[in-house]
């Protein structure tokens, strides 16, 4: 089976500082989904991102976050200046043809803000 | 808006005993249903999905869940587990729309007693 391919699998960065964090989604895949899971607590949506722009977003996707497709095959998520509250496993997804379609899970990367 | 309830945060079953595992969810508009499953340091994989027809359906790994409309209820079920069945299990719902987002319930740990 396609896979979505994430990395790094773990990032440790200082407060204050910038990460992206980097996903490669299935190559004829046309939708985009950035998750988060804050240890304990639920699997929360992001973003999601269809013909190169941000198609719905969430609460927690402020101004500190961005997203962008620079080429045809990388789907990037940036936290401009990280948080304590930042740290958590994001996941990056892929589909098809969006709601209809199973969303394909990247392994995911654990961020941890020190 | 909305949303989904996973009624057990955790459940100890012992190996070969039959589980089901609750849902419940909200919507003011149709929805298509998923469960899906968190192997421990792994991403999230797609057990099973509802977008239409019968309202049972098997997934892979032995399990299935029946959609109950008048419910509003997606109960996971299998007969007979295994110890490989211990991990974390997600019930999801999203809308008809063509990329809207997947809101996930805070998820049910199945702990298989060997």
């Known amino acids: 089976e396609p896979e979505v391919t994430q990395t790094p699998s773990h990032q440790v960065t200082q407060m204050g500082q910038e990460v992206i964090l980097r996903c490669v989604p299935i190559?004829?895949?046309?939708?985009f989904y950035w998750y988060r899971q804050i240890l304990g607590q639920k699997v929360e949506f992001l973003v999601s991102f269809y013909n190169n722009e941000i198609s719905e977003k969430s609460e927690i996707f402020d101004d500190q976050f961005s997203v962008e497709r620079p080429d045809g095959s990388n789907f990037t998520l940036k936290i401009r200046s990280t948080k304590l509250e930042d740290s958590a496993m994001y996941f990056c997804?892929?589909?098809?043809?969006?709601?209809?379609?199973?969303?394909?899970f990247g392994s995911g990367t654990q961020l941890s803000v020190l | 808006a909305q949303s989904v309830t996973q009624l057990d945060s955790q459940v100890p079953v012992f190996e070969e005993a039959p589980v089901e595992l609750r849902c419940n969810y909200s919507?003011?508009?149709?929805?298509?249903l998923f469960w899906y499953v968190q192997y421990p340091n792994q991403g999230l994989q797609l057990l099973l999905k509802?977008?239409?027809?019968?309202?049972l359906v098997k997934g892979i790994n032995g399990f299935e869940a029946e959609f109950n409309k008048s419910q509003t209820s997606f109960h996971l079920r299998k007969p007979s587990v295994h110890i490989s069945d211990t991990a974390e299990y997600f019930c999801?719902?999203?809308?008809?729309?063509?990329?809207?987002?997947?809101?996930f319930g805070i998820g049910t740990k199945l702990q298989v007693i060997p």
């Open positions: 919507s003011s508009v149709s929805v298509y």
């Open positions: 997804a892929s589909s098809g043809t969006g709601g209809r379609e199973k969303l394909f």
């Open positions: 999801a719902v999203s809308d008809f729309g063509g990329y809207q987002k997947v809101t």
């Open positions: 509802y977008l239409s027809g019968s309202t």
């Open positions: 190559s004829n895949h046309l939708y």
